[in-house]
């Protein structure tokens, strides 16, 4: 049997469910850990001491026991909250899809310190109003960061310099295709502006003090919802949030 | 020992620990340990639980106005002459509903919204009675709307997605407050429960 450890970490807490009568059960992104599921026994009696007022999207002090890959949190202290109350649907969804694309990248990957960064700068941008700047950096980088970023300066097949008319992404080799080579793959066009956006936000890379300040004209949300749709190929899952999100803007 | 020897023991504890846990809050352990608190306990006892489970499914429904776990439809509460229907309570649940009554503080009527917005569970506002609740203030025009909705990040998204919704600049709309809870100590209070109990507080004189 393993031996019970103590942690002490830092970790933005980004979802949560009931568990048995006055526990709840977070997902904690961690900066050495990634994703991790811990459970804070009697938090729905808001009566412990040790606990500060616990919820999503929270940056907080953890003590943790570990054992065998079991984690409880015994003790949390509140360091930064950025979804500041009245808080509206289009904040709660885009943070909830960014807490959903963690989850679902986590088993595989590494890069827990560069996806804590990311989340930290693209929540900020997002408690600023800048939701969709937010969510499309957060998919290029994140599709960076796992090795699957597609292939977008010349046609994968034939080499050729593309001309403003063909740009396909074609989801099977990860990369773009001109019109003469065409197949019957899982493809999706791409006009030239989003080509550059992407091009630009991939090379960009955001300090938490500058997510005050950047942002970008004439973004659209069908870039946001094309990229989705890579990802989704890519992790065959749907992202629940997406749904509530798109209302949101209506 | 592993699940394969227990299904091997008995394939009726292994059926009935499945079901139960199923149930919200009941992980495999506690299913174990109900099943064979169940298995134990009179006869008499057990037949009387599981016919209140089927009596429960089969004689309870929503009321139709303020969508209340209820025997009849108009429940008690809509149905009562005596509660004043001007005042609407929205809450999550039937369960809040309950807590509520049993301050005995609140007479007025209720609404329940049937859980709150939760993106990530794929729950927006159309899966939620706020249409129902829209049409209900349109065709009541009542004095006061108590949203008493949980005060977490998506209670708070659901009671500012209402409060949007309701264009009538007439109805009067509160929320329940947050704060220090009675018997508390201030010095093990948080930043953030305080700071908004310091922004509800009430003038005494």
Known sequence: ?250 | MNSSNKASISSVITELVGHLSQLPGIGPKTAERLAFHIIKAPESKIVSLSQSLVKAKQQLTFCKTCFIVTENDPCSICSNEFRDHKILCVVHDSIDAYAIENTNTYSGSYHILNGSISPMNGIGPNELTISQLLMRINNNLPNEIIIATNPTIEGDATSTYIINQIKNDEVKITRLAIGIPIGGDLDYTDNKTLTQAFNSRQPIR
């Open chain 1, 1 to 250: 049997m393993q031996k019970t450890k103590y942690l002490n970490f830092e970790g933005i807490t980004i979802s949560s469910n009931d568990y048995g009568e006055f526990d709840k059960i977070y997902n904690i992104l961690s900066e050495s850990e990634g994703v991790i599921s811990c459970i804070i026994k009697r938090i729905k009696k808001n009566n412990n001491p040790n606990y500060d007022s616990i919820d999503i999207f929270q940056k907080m002090e953890f003590k943790a026991s570990v054992r065998e890959n079991f984690w409880t949190i015994y003790e949390a202290k509140n360091k930064y909250s950025w979804l500041d109350r009245p808080i509206n649907l289009a904040k709660l969804s885009s943070s909830n899809i960014i807490a959903e694309l963690c989850i679902k990248f986590n088993s595989i990957n590494e890069n827990n310190t560069y996806i804590y960064h990311l989340v930290n700068i693209c929540l900020s941008l997002i408690s600023k109003n800048n939701i969709l700047f937010s969510l499309i950096y957060f998919q290029i980088k994140i599709l960076i960061s796992e090795g699957i970023f597609p292939e977008i300066n010349n046609c994968l097949s034939c080499n050729t310099k593309l001309t403003p008319d063909d740009y396909y992404l074609i989801f099977e080799i990860g990369g773009l295709s001109c019109s003469k080579c065409l197949t019957d793959n899982t493809k999706i066009k791409l006009l030239e502006s989003e080509i550059r956006l992407i091009k630009y936000m991939s090379k960009i890379e955001l300090s938490y003090n500058e997510s005050d300040q950047k942002t970008i004209g004439n973004l659209d949300i069908n870039l946001y919802k094309k990229i989705s749709e890579y990802i989704k190929y890519h992790t065959t899952q749907e992202i629940k949030s997406e749904k509530i999100f798109f209302t949101s803007l209506n």
